[in-house]
């Protein structure tokens, strides 16, 4: 049987080495290259032509958003797993709007990334356990009474809302991100807009309640 070939992309190397550990003991898979760089993946992908590539999303310079753009263009016949430890659903329908096949998160377990692995390779689009039963309880809790929702942010105001998350202040975040703090300012005052929340706090309480 043909061995299904994977490039990983993550900029941690601990991780690359323990999913190329894991993979490689299962005969059905082949990791054929490993890098931290997705300029690198590129090049990687048009040498091998890997059947997957498990992309990171949480990675810089470049993301692992601008990544999947970059594999689909010069790779397009491998296939994208976007990897990330967010679980908000938004990140993983942005992944497939840009032609990934699937998203799980860090806390899927071993058989559910190698289910991934499987099903993307068969053609299936495939959503890890947690995100999809994150859109289940958003749907339960659908009621019309305008509850907010993280899906309506930008990918700019979900990465300050995690930064927010972690304490960090908004002259910080313009620092870690490279922008002016008047920015982020404008991010913030926008994220609270959207989600109809009043104050910071409110935005810390309601990321706690849903999971972020």
Same mark, same amino acid.
């Given at each position: 049987?043909?061995?299904?070939?994977?490039?990983?992309?993550?900029?941690?190397?601990?991780?690359?080495?323990?999913?190329?550990?894991?993979?490689? =003991?299962?005969?059905?898979?082949?990791?054929?290259?490993?890098?931290?760089?997705?300029?690198?993946?590129?090049?990687?992908?048009?040498?091998? $032509?890997?059947?997957?590539?498990?992309?990171?999303?949480?990675?810089?310079?470049?993301?692992?958003?601008?990544?999947? $753009? @970059?594999?689909? $263009?010069?790779?397009?016949?491998?296939?994208?797993?976007?990897?990330?430890?967010? =679980?908000?659903?938004?990140?993983?329908?942005?992944?497939?709007?840009?032609?990934?096949?699937?998203?799980?998160? $860090?806390? =899927?377990?071993?058989?559910?990334?190698?289910?991934?692995?499987?099903?993307?390779?068969?053609?299936?689009?495939?959503?890890?356990?947690?995100?999809?039963?994150?859109?289940?309880?958003?749907? @339960?809790?659908?009621?019309?009474?305008?509850?907010?929702?993280?899906?309506?942010? =930008?990918?700019?105001?979900?990465?300050?809302?995690?930064?927010?998350?972690?304490?960090?202040?908004?002259?910080?975040?313009?620092?870690?991100?490279?922008?002016?703090?008047?920015?982020?300012?404008?991010?913030?005052?926008?994220? %609270?807009?959207? @989600?109809?929340?009043?104050?910071?706090?409110? %935005?810390?309480?309601?990321?706690?309640?849903?999971?972020?």
């Amino acid at each position: 049987m043909e061995k299904i070939t994977i490039l990983l992309v993550d900029d941690h190397k601990l991780i690359r080495e323990s999913w190329s550990f894991i993979l490689n =003991s299962d005969p059905r898979f082949e990791v054929v290259g490993e890098t931290s760089n997705p300029e690198e993946a590129v090049e990687i992908a048009r040498a091998k $032509k890997p059947r997957i590539v498990l992309m990171d999303i949480n990675m810089t310079p470049i993301n692992g958003f601008e990544g999947t $753009k @970059l594999i689909r $263009k010069y790779s397009p016949g491998s296939k994208v797993i976007g990897i990330s430890m967010h =679980s908000m659903p938004a990140y993983a329908r942005r992944m497939i709007q840009i032609g990934a096949m699937g998203y799980v998160t $860090k806390n =899927s377990s071993k058989d559910e990334l190698v289910l991934a692995i499987v099903e993307v390779n068969n053609g299936k689009k495939y959503i890890c356990e947690e995100v999809k039963n994150i859109l289940a309880q958003q749907e @339960l809790e659908e009621d019309g009474t305008g509850q907010p929702d993280m899906n309506v942010l =930008s990918r700019r105001e979900l990465d300050i809302v995690q930064l927010i998350k972690e304490g960090l202040s908004s002259k910080e975040i313009a620092t870690k991100l490279d922008i002016s703090l008047k920015t982020v300012e404008v991010h913030r005052y926008n994220v %609270l807009k959207k @989600l109809n929340l009043k104050n910071t706090a409110a %935005l810390v309480n309601f990321i706690n309640t849903h999971g972020l």
